[in-house]
């Protein structure tokens, strides 16, 4: 029984910030990587950072620069920093685990103003 819940989401100004947090809970073994995705209304689901068991990170091209993926392993959680945000970040972000199952949050709303 494994959940994952996202938080941090909110309405910003463009070139604000924030931090989104994907708090994962239950049953875990042989996490392979976690990562966020993001969906922004129109447009198909997209990968935006992951990062491995072994801390090796990937990043989208148009968030490179921008935003920092993390974890805590203690705790099961990961973290996105997002900094200079963009009207296009507009989105909802989406927390993936993947193990030998795949499970997905529910989403946080990001919304950017110009």
């Known amino acids: 029984q494994v959940q994952l819940v996202e938080s941090g989401g909110g309405l910003v100004q463009a070139g604000a910030s924030l931090r989104l947090s994907c708090a994962a809970s239950?049953?875990?073994?042989?996490?392979?990587?976690m990562g966020w995705y993001r969906q922004a209304p129109g447009n198909q689901r997209e990968p935006v950072a992951t990062?491995?068991?072994?801390?090796?990170?990937k990043y989208a091209d148009s968030v490179k620069g921008r935003f920092t993926i993390s974890r805590d392993s203690n705790k099961n959680t990961v973290y996105l920093q997002m900094n200079s945000l963009k009207p296009d970040d507009t989105a909802v972000y989406y927390c993936?685990?993947?193990?030998?199952?795949?499970?997905w949050g529910q989403g946080t709303q990001v919304t950017v103003s110009s």
């Open positions: 990062i491995t068991s072994s801390r090796t990170t």
């Open positions: 993936r685990l993947v193990t030998s199952e795949d499970y």
């Open positions: 239950g049953s875990i073994s042989g996490i392979n990587f």
